[in-house]
């Protein structure tokens, strides 16, 4: 069964520092990882997915990567401000036979707080 | 971009009574859709895959005859909750698979809707 750990469960940063949100993962047979963003009572933002064969990805000040071999992705975020604070999500998809679109693994989340 | 809204957005009831949320696609027609459960300061736990014309699938532990699911259309899927309980209360989310293959494969597998805050008195 595949499980989806996160790290740290919280973080407080002053605005402006760079930071780095780690998620692991047990079963490497991914077909995908995605970092979502999830606001306070509404539902997920996507952020960034990474495919298997990827290392990284970027968007802005986001920067994801992938170590498929050893289950683990870290999402950095430069130069952070109060509008990033959320609750960030990673998770998994594996493909699953007789599916056409696989069955996604949720990490528990890091709550981030940017205080100004 | 594709679209998939819930409804209502949240509702309370007593216990005992049945709730139904709706997830639709609005823009898109999805033959698979996913429910999932969120407690408070927690994740995202798939409950049960909705499939169009056929039978829901749910996960291990989910109760089938409680979370009724129908996909009646390409278009929604419903979910009821029967005869809800207080540790039924959760925030449940739906979602659908993108229609095109490349926005599954390079930015998002599935799209989310905004979610029903569940409260049972």
């Known amino acids: 069964k595949q499980e989806v750990t996160q790290i740290p469960a919280a973080l407080s940063v002053p605005e402006g520092e760079n930071l780095v949100l780690n998620c692991s993962f047990t079963?490497?047979?991914?077909?995908?990882l995605q970092w979502f963003r999830q606001d306070p009572g509404k539902g997920l933002t996507s952020l960034l997915l990474i495919q298997s064969s990827q290392r990284e990805q970027t968007s802005g000040r986001l920067n994801a990567s992938l170590d498929k071999s050893s289950g683990r992705s870290t999402l950095y975020i430069a130069a952070s401000q109060p509008g990033d604070s959320a609750t960030y999500l990673c998770?998994?998809?594996?493909?699953?036979?007789?599916?056409?679109?696989?069955?996604?693994?949720f990490g528990q989340g890091t709550i981030l707080t940017v205080h100004p | 971009g594709a679209v998939v809204s819930q409804h209502p957005s949240w509702v309370i009831c007593k216990s005992g009574t049945s709730v139904k949320i709706e997830c639709r696609s609005l823009d898109f027609q999805a033959t698979t859709m996913f429910w999932y459960r969120q407690f408070p300061k927690q994740s995202l736990m798939l409950m049960a895959t909705?499939?169009?014309?056929?039978?829901?699938?749910?996960e291990q532990g989910v109760e089938k005859d409680k979370f009724l699911i129908n996909h009646a259309s390409l278009t929604l899927s419903t979910l009821t909750v029967t005869s809800a309980h207080p540790e039924d209360s959760s925030f449940y989310i739906c979602?659908?698979?993108?229609?095109?293959?490349?926005?599954?494969?390079?930015?998002?597998?599935?799209?989310f809707g905004p979610g029903t805050r569940l409260t049972v008195l």
């Open positions: 979602s659908a698979p993108p229609p095109e293959l490349a926005a599954f494969i390079y930015t998002d597998t599935q799209y």
């Open positions: 909705s499939n169009e014309g056929s039978k829901a699938t749910y």
């Open positions: 998770a998994v998809l594996l493909l699953i036979g007789g599916t056409s679109y696989g069955k996604l693994t």
């Open positions: 079963d490497s047979a991914i077909y995908n």
